[in-house]
Nanobody
Framework: QVQLVESGGGLVQPGVSLRLSCAAS????????MSWYRQPPGKARVFVAV????????GYADSVKGRFTISRDNAKNTVYLQMDNLKPEDKAVYYC?????WGQGTQVTVSS
């Protein structure tokens, strides 16, 4: 079945970096646009970043532009989210999405 499994979250201090991974299975990954969303505590889930099927085009929410980078490895069926210069307001559960299915999410907490 279609499955998305996120990993790489954790508790970090402000200013450091994390890389999230999302391993995909059960569908033709290389044909799909992939996205990352996040849901802060007590708030709605919001868009973070998107990448085209080939990886040639990307897009970002204004709140993360210049700090986060989305990428993908179609040979490994994996999409990544490199998060640099993390801020306390980046605290959220981060979800991977293929326009149909959601992963289970991975928690990112930024606190000193």
């Amino acid at each position: 079945q279609v499955q998305l499994v996120e990993s790489g979250g954790g508790l970090v201090q402000p200013g450091v970096s994390l890389r999230l991974s999302c391993a995909a299975s059960g569908f033709t990954f290389s044909s799909c646009i992939m996205s990352w969303y996040r849901q802060p505590p007590g708030k709605a889930r919001v868009f973070v970043a998107v990448i085209s099927s080939s990886g040639g085009s990307t897009g970002y929410a204004d709140s993360v532009k210049g700090r986060f980078t989305i990428s993908r490895d179609n040979a490994k069926n994996t999409v990544y989210l490199q998060m640099d210069n993390l801020k306390p307001e980046d605290k959220a559960v981060y979800y991977c999405h293929n326009t149909v299915v959601w992963g289970q999410g991975t928690q990112v907490t930024v606190s000193s």
